[in-house]
């Protein structure tokens, strides 16, 4: 497993959280879902080894993202 700096593992695994329970909530819309797709992707796609972003979420680099 590739990891950046020390405290960089907690703070990805409690955003990740976070995230799960907000996909989770009984009262999340198709809106907000699709909007929190792009989240979860660059999430989970920051723990890998040197990986083309825009390959792996199918969007450009510079297209904005949403607050996540």
Do not use: F, I, W
């Not at 405290?7 to 695994?13: F, K, S």
């Not at 989770?24 to 972003?53: M, N, Q």
């Amino acid at each position: 497993m590739v990891m950046g700096s020390p405290g960089e593992h907690p703070d990805r695994v409690e955003q990740l959280r976070n995230l799960m329970e907000r996909l989770s909530a009984p009262e999340l819309t198709l809106v907000e879902a699709k909007a929190l797709r792009p989240c979860l992707s660059d999430l989970l796609d920051s723990g890998l080894p040197s990986r083309d972003a825009s390959k792996a979420t199918g969007r450009s680099s510079m297209a904005p993202r949403p607050e996540c």
